[in-house]
């Protein structure tokens, strides 16, 4: 599981400023569900033994939620679409630090 990646959370590593800036969070935690689809589909290629190897995609990879969290930021109309890409932004950055230190061990 993941607690094998001895990863390590801070209250001041990730913070964000507004609900847009949440959002834009958001959408890269939700948005991960599409890739892991494709992932768990090129994964199957290499035929690993059944879930070995893919068992966190697959169970990531069957989020139905994406459909609903973009309508409901096609429909709300106070959010700032430039906080939303810096949340995304930030939270991409903090998931490529978290990944950037396991690698470097």
């Known amino acids: 599981g993941l607690s094998s990646l001895d ?10 400023s507004s609900p ?8 890269v935690v939700i948005g991960a ?3 892991a689809r494709v992932l768990v589909q090129r994964a199957a290629a290499l035929r690993f033994p059944d879930g070995q ?3 966190y995609l ?9 459909a609903g969290f973009v309508k409901f930021l096609e429909e709300t109309p106070a959010i700032c679409a430039a906080e939303l890409t810096e949340g995304a932004l930030a ?3 903090c998931v490529a630090g978290h990944f950037s230190e396991q690698t470097s061990r």
């Open 33 to 35: 569900g599409l890739g």
């Open 58 to 66: 697959e169970r990531l990879s069957t989020t139905t939620r994406w």
């Open 20 to 27: 847009s800036h949440l959002l834009g969070g958001l959408y």
């Open 53 to 55: 190897g893919t068992r």
């Open 91 to 93: 939270t991409f950055a």
């Open 7 to 16: 990863v390590r959370t801070s209250q001041d590593e990730l913070q964000f």
